[in-house]
């Protein structure tokens, strides 16, 4: 994952992306659009809009209603949980649940 395409990530995105995995280390499952709205707050159109722009991007996909990581979405939320989210208690959680563990501990 280059730094340069994780610079590319506008902050509403990776609010989204983050949001995903915090409802994935609460519930141990990944969320659904109107779920995943209701944990962030916000309207379920500006949900959906961010959900199709991460689709679009590669970074999400949308299976029975639930939306999980590709694989290009792993390699980016590794790569963010081991730099820029690496003191996020959530995030390194679910990260371990994904089989990363110990992202933050690696860089360090």
């Not at 519930?27 to 109107?34: C, I, K, L, V």
């Not at 003191?87 to 501990?105: C, S």
Request: charged share 25%; glycine share 12%.
């Amino acid at each position: 994952m280059t730094l340069s395409f994780l610079a590319s990530l506008t902050a509403k995105r990776q609010e989204t992306l983050k949001a995903l995995l915090a409802f994935l280390a609460r519930e141990g499952r990944f969320p659904t659009g109107q779920e995943l709205a209701g944990t962030m707050g916000i309207n379920p159109d500006s949900v959906w809009y961010r959900l199709r722009a991460l689709s679009r991007e590669g970074l999400v996909s949308r299976k029975g209603g639930v939306y999980t990581l590709t694989e290009k979405g792993l390699a980016t939320v590794q790569a963010l949980g081991s730099s820029v989210w690496r003191d996020d208690e959530e995030v390194q959680k679910a990260l371990r649940l994904l089989g990363y563990g110990g992202a933050a501990e690696d860089k360090r």
